[in-house]
């Protein structure tokens, strides 16, 4: 159940909360779609012992309250705090419908207003045009290009490498108000 207690934040269509325990099988379920998998592990299933990661959100519909996947909006482990990673995966039956890019933007405007964030960056191989897509409509730019790390080159598209994308505070706070 979505308890206004548990809710970390809500958008018009999405309501994100930390994961519980009953949340574990729907991550299993996720992880094991290799269409969702392609551009991650080459759509091989994550081990389930591996998938209870930290720092995910789970994301349900907030009307019909169905599972649409996950959202991260972390510093890396041994990273600035004021660097946080801004990565979400969706299952396939929520992707072209806009929670990418919903979310996606109010978890940058809650890094930039209520924490302590100087830069949310995000990352993406090379061939995950939809992925891009969502950080570009946030206002993320490219600020480098990533080679693909070991545990992922039999990824398609692993050649290509990747990319990560970024936004400052001023940078957001510019776009904002030029929006008005």
């Keep these: 159940m979505l308890a206004a207690v548990d809710t970390y934040l809500r958008t018009e269509r999405v309501t994100l909360r930390p994961f519980g325990p009953d949340d574990a099988d729907l991550l299993v379920e996720l992880d094991s779609?290799?269409?969702?998998?392609r551009y991650l592990s080459g759509g091989e299933p994550t081990p389930p012992e591996?998938?209870?990661e930290r720092g995910?959100?789970?994301?349900?519909e907030t009307a019909?309250?169905?599972f649409l996947g996950w959202f991260c909006l972390r510093p890396e482990r041994d990273g600035p705090l004021d660097e946080v990673e801004l990565g979400y995966r969706l299952r396939r039956a929520a992707w072209g419908h806009g929670y990418a890019t919903e979310v996606s933007s109010a978890l940058v405007a809650t890094a930039f207003t209520d924490m302590d964030v100087r830069v949310v960056w995000g990352a993406t191989m090379a061939l995950n045009h939809a992925s891009q897509r969502v950080m570009e409509k946030v206002g993320m730019t490219v600020t480098e290009p990533?080679?693909?790390p070991e545990d992922?080159?039999?990824v398609e598209g692993?050649?290509?490498?990747?990319y990560r994308y970024a936004i400052t505070r001023e940078q957001w706070e510019r776009r904002?108000?030029?929006r008005g």
């Design 56 to 60: 995910l959100f789970a994301a349900y």
């Design 64 to 66: 019909g309250r169905a």
């Design 146 to 148: 990533l080679p693909t």
């Design 50 to 52: 591996l998938v209870r």
């Design 158 to 162: 692993a050649e290509l490498g990747g």
């Design 33 to 37: 779609d290799p269409a969702v998998m």
């Design 152 to 154: 992922m080159l039999a």
């Design 176 to 178: 904002r108000a030029a």
